[in-house]
């Protein structure tokens, strides 16, 4: 089975359109004002209309309240909700009221952070293992990574997805310790902080690619 990947935090139609040419699975639109990638709604309308019928669209949130959820699902057309710092029973509500899938973040330092993804069962659709960060800084998009010999023999109760510090030099050897079938990037492919290249997004993917 293929490695799917989701080019996440995506801003122009020149790295969307290298995101989709080059076989992403999904690309993410970033809403959450503290982050260099975040998207108005216009622009996020822009990029939505863009993408291929066969690339999903993920909405990246951080603790949303509903009408940013409902704002962003109507401009965008969003296949899908990434969640970040969101308990169970409020990314259950969101599923529920919304209908769309659902992406739960699991922030991971050590092995006993994995044990929080046990209280997302039906409440999300997917677990997204995250490298948890500092206190203070953005949730994601850091090029933190931990370690993926924790995802060893992990019991996952969801299916899920790989993310942080992940790049073309490294992405193969996630996927080979971790034992992940789908990943996520954005600053790994990025030149600066929201400022995604489309080289690195074409070797991000290349690199997910049988030799």
């Known amino acids: 089975m293929p490695v799917r990947a989701k080019i996440c935090g995506l801003s122009t139609p020149e790295t969307l359109d290298a995101a989709a040419r080059h076989g992403a699975a999904a690309i993410g639109l970033m809403f959450y004002p503290p982050s260099p990638r975040h998207l108005d709604f216009d622009r996020a ?21 509903d009408a940013l959820v409902d704002a962003a699902i109507a401009a965008a057309g969003l296949d899908a909700l ?24 699991v922030a991971v330092r050590t092995r006993a952070d994995l044990a929080g993804a046990a209280a997302f069962r039906g409440a999300a659709d ?40 992940l790049d073309a030099s490294n992405v193969a050897e996630a996927v080979a310790t971790g034992g992940a079938r789908y990943v996520d990037v954005s600053s790994g492919v990025e030149s600066a902080p929201g400022v995604k290249d489309v ?8 690199a997910l690619r049988p030799s």
């Open 126 to 165: 997917r677990l997204l293992y995250d490298a948890k960060t500092p206190e203070g800084a953005l949730p994601g998009g850091m090029g933190v990574r931990f370690d993926w010999r924790l995802l060893q023999g992990h019991a996952h109760p969801l299916p899920w997805a790989l993310s942080g510090g």
């Open 82 to 105: 990434q969640l970040h710092k969101v308990a169970p029973a409020r990314a259950a509500a969101l599923k529920a009221r919304t209908g769309r899938e659902l992406w739960a973040t």
């Open 199 to 206: 080289d690195k997004i074409a070797a991000f993917l290349n």
């Open 45 to 65: 309308r822009a990029l939505a209309g863009q993408v291929p019928g066969h690339v999903a669209k993920v909405g990246v949130f951080v603790d949303p309240d």
